[in-house]
C-alpha cells in the first residue's frame, strides 16, 4: 500500500494516510504514529469480534438480533 499512485488517490478524496511507509523509501513522508495506533487497536478489535462464529458468518436474520450478538461478543472481549 506504499505505492505513490494509492497516496495521491487517498489525499485527493481528502484522507490521510495512516499506513507507514517502507523502510526503504527514499522521498519519506510523514508519520503520525499515534493515529496508527488506534487505527491499529480497531483492525484487532474487528479481528476478535470475527473469531465468534456467529459473528463472522452472520447467521442472525435480523439487524437487531446481529446488532445485540456484536454487543454482547464486545462485552465479552472487553472482560477477558
Given at each position: 500500500f506504499d505505492v505513490h499512485w494509492i497516496v495521491d488517490?487517498?489525499?485527493?478524496?481528502?484522507?490521510?494516510?495512516?499506513?507507514?511507509?517502507?523502510?526503504?523509501?527514499?522521498?519519506?513522508?510523514p508519520f503520525d504514529g499515534?493515529?496508527?495506533?488506534?487505527?491499529?487497536?480497531?483492525?484487532?478489535?474487528?479481528?476478535?469480534?470475527?473469531e465468534f462464529k456467529r459473528i463472522a458468518l452472520r447467521s442472525d436474520k435480523t439487524d437487531s438480533s446481529f446488532a445485540a450478538m456484536i454487543y454482547l461478543t464486545a462485552a465479552i472481549i472487553n472482560s477477558r
Open positions: 488517490s487517498i489525499r485527493a478524496q481528502g484522507a490521510c494516510v495512516v499506513i507507514p511507509q517502507r523502510r526503504n523509501r527514499l522521498d519519506r513522508r499515534a493515529l496508527f495506533k488506534a487505527r491499529h487497536l480497531i483492525e484487532n478489535f474487528f479481528c476478535k469480534l470475527k
